[in-house]
């Protein structure tokens, strides 16, 4: 990342986070063939309501890719933000690729990971196919990144071994070495993705398009950046933005709701309890070992 990127100073000066989305368009289109998504005519021209606030929104799909999006904003001198993922289609059982930053002068907020589509505490089989040989990848940074502090069980079960969640003054090394974690985490998901071999089980294409499912299902709902969303393009136009692009599939790879999947969450009149991280213990540091394997119990608060 060159000098012009996201350090103390210089958060007004362009859009840093298109260095990351180039990168990984690059490096993709390196491998395969990228299409524009369908969702794409709908949001690339997407105009927020403050003058002094930018939007970029980009989607493709390749054929293993059923989905490859991007959202940056900047807001002039203000903050920025990174929403990056990649999700596989369902004749893969691929992590799905994560890049969630949110950047002001004084600090940023990053979690970077390969989303596991099954729970890797509950199916070791997963998680030795994807994740055994790419552990030395968070051992690079988990000092140079290091572990953001409390978070509970009910976000963990979206994250995989090598999950960097971490939040960092905001200066020109520390985005150096953000940028150098992102480059790494996606060029591995690119290898696995080279590697994975399509599904003809159907029943087993089903489970792992259940299992997106689950995954956007929960994203959707319980988005962080959605009340800015809302601020920013007001209601509807922040639904939309959620559910036909940030998590496009909610509505279309499934029927199953919300409280379908995650009943623990559900109210007395039926509603969603919309109360976050009300769920499970706390985990102040690493909840895995360095092999990859959950010590959360023993390190719950």
Known sequence: MSSGGVGGGSLGAGLPYHKFVSFALEETRLRTTLTPHPSQEKFKSIKP???????????????????????TIEKKNSYQVLDFAAFSEP????????????????????????????????????????????????????????????????????????????????????????????????????????????ENNKATIARNQEEQHKYLTWRAEKDPGYPLLKKLIGESRAEDLVMEFLFEGVNTLGTKSFLDYFPEYARDDGSVNKKRSMIGKSFETRPWDANGEFIGDAEAQ
């Open 49 to 71: 309501n403050d003058d002094n606030t930018v939007f970029n929104a980009l989607s493709s799909s390749a054929p293993k890719i059923r989905l490859l999006r991007s959202l």
């Open 91 to 198: 004749e893969y059982d691929l992590p799905i690729f994560c890049a969630n930053v949110f950047t002001t002068h004084a600090q940023s907020i990053v979690v970077l990971d390969l989303n596991p589509l099954y729970d890797t505490t509950v199916h070791k089989d997963y998680k030795d196919k994807y994740y055994r040989s790419i552990m030395p990848l968070v051992h690079k940074y988990n000092e140079l990144l290091p572990w953001g502090g409390k978070i509970t069980s009910e976000s963990l079960k979206f994250f995989s071994p090598i999950v960097i969640w971490t939040i960092f003054e905001s200066t020109e090394h520390n985005h150096h070495v953000l940028h150098s974690a992102f480059v790494d985490y996606y060029k591995v998901w690119l290898e696995l993705m080279d590697q994975a071999i399509k």
